[in-house]
């Protein structure tokens, strides 16, 4: 509530500091020459000087004050009961913020309850003063803002370079992100890879972190059975139905496909996008398995299993079609018109033409709408939960039940679980690994991307 009041406080603050500025800019403009700036640049300027400070001040008020409320229950005289251990005082800690924020909620810990209105004093107190300070800081830089409204002041040029360190600003915040998440995962595998070799974890052919209790880690660690089922289900069966699917989808809707029917067809097949996951699933689960099986069993085949790598990668190639027709659509749509019309002067066939001319100079763009494709499929997580099981096993058959990483690693993280023993842990090294194996399928899209591009004048 408090925050919410105070970003409106401070985007009230800053509108007023806009209207404010433009007014006394206003008053000083003559005409174009009698000014550096047009008047509703001094207003930005000032916008600028009211809103960002006062954000600063209060993301970093932000981030220290729940340390300092911590320490201000401890030494209210309700927390005189409270345990001497760290982890039970956190937890009780948690507690009580968890019941002043919803009374409703029920902690464990009795001592919880006595805590909570300790809680709601400091939080309230120590949110009163991170708002004055805000207020203060988005004052104090409107005050130095107003000040510098003058007809020599270059405001444009500054809010300009304003817009620019935002921009650069956002720039590094996804790239820092991108180094968090990398490092998290590094960090977390490090503390697996202490206690299971690598060598172990990616060529051992059994995997049961159930069992894994004592010296006997590396055993039981082996993700080779995981990566297969991965690329079995995502990379081999969707692809081949996404592939050819999506293709001859993109191929029908540039080259013969009419004005009304394009107009009608790309959006439907592009709906595919859109469903959510867990309606794949239970399509997967409920239709498509029991179908196979059923299949199966028709054709001879003994016990067959309603879950099936089959079920999930077909489903899961269906939902990928977008991906590759979208982009293959693009990648055909941007070949210069003159390279088809010269081919088909030339007596070449509509058909040859699109197979030796069109498709060729679109392959970049089609490798980069099967890569991006073949990305999406290796981190789906709720077909294969639905459709293809939690078995970790090590075979060809399609008709088998199987799992994949992503699997393992939701398997891994949910549930009551110690968060440092080697089993938890090992879904942040199967994480590591999946993020390695995308790392490494963006790069070679890119170097066949650049091997077969082609530069048209």
Do not use: C
């Not at 089959?310 to 899961?316: C, E, H, K, P, Q």
């Amino acid at each position: 509530m408090i925050l919410s009041i105070v970003l409106a406080a401070v985007l009230a603050l800053g509108l007023v500091g806009w209207l404010a500025a433009r007014a006394r800019a206003r008053l000083l403009y003559k005409g174009r020459d009698s000014m550096h700036s047009m008047p509703v640049y001094h207003a930005w300027h000032l916008a600028l000087w009211v809103v960002v400070p006062a954000l600063l001040v209060w993301g970093i008020w932000s981030a220290i004050s729940p340390a300092m409320v911590d320490q201000a229950v401890l030494a209210s005289p309700a927390a005189a009961g409270l345990s001497t251990d760290p982890l039970q005082r956190a937890t009780t800690l948690s507690e009580a913020r968890s019941i002043a924020a919803d009374p409703t909620f029920i902690g464990f810990n009795p001592l919880s309850t006595t805590l909570a209105e300790p809680m709601r004093a400091a939080q309230t107190r120590f949110g009163l003063i991170g708002a004055a300070l805000v207020a203060i800081a988005g004052l104090a830089g409107g005050g130095y803002a107003f000040t510098r409204v003058r007809a020599g002041f270059p405001a444009r040029t500054q809010v300009e370079r304003g817009i620019m360190l935002v921009l650069l600003g956002a720039s590094l915040l996804a790239i820092f992100t991108t180094f968090g998440i990398v490092g998290s995962l590094v960090f977390e595998a490090g503390l697996f890879f202490r206690d299971v070799s690598p060598i172990a974890f990616l060529t051992g052919l059994h995997w049961s972190p159930a069992n894994a209790v004592g010296s006997d880690l590396d055993a039981n660690f082996g993700a080779v059975p995981l990566f297969w089922g991965t690329i079995y289900i995502g990379a081999i069966i969707a692809m081949l139905v996404a592939i050819p699917l999506g293709l001859m989808s993109a191929v029908y809707l540039t080259q013969y496909a009419d004005a009304r029917a394009r107009k009608v067809l790309k959006p439907v097949l592009e709906i595919l996008a859109g469903i959510p996951t867990v309606v794949y699933g239970y399509f997967a689960a409920l239709s498509v398995a029991p179908f196979i099986r059923d299949l199966a069993a028709s054709l001879g085949y003994q016990n067959p299993s309603t879950e099936s790598a089959l079920a999930a990668g077909l489903v899961m190639g269906v939902m990928i079609i977008p991906f590759v027709s979208s982009m293959a659509d693009d990648a055909i749509t941007a070949v210069p018109r003159a390279m088809a019309d010269g081919s088909l002067a030339m007596g070449a066939t509509k058909s040859e033409t699109i197979k030796k001319v069109l498709l060729p100079a679109a392959l970049p763009g089609i490798v980069a709408g099967v890569m991006l494709a073949i990305s999406r499929a290796i981190g789906e997580t709720m077909i294969v939960v639905m459709a293809a099981g939690a078995t970790a096993r090590l075979t060809a058959d399609p008709l088998a039940s199987m799992t994949t990483v992503t699997y393992q690693i939701v398997q891994l993280l949910t549930g009551d679980q110690e968060f440092n023993s080697p089993k938890t842990l090992s879904a942040f090294a199967l994480g590591l690994v999946l993020f390695v194996v995308t790392l490494i399928l963006n790069i070679i899209a890119l170097r066949v991307v650049k091997r077969f591009r082609e530069a048209y004048e």
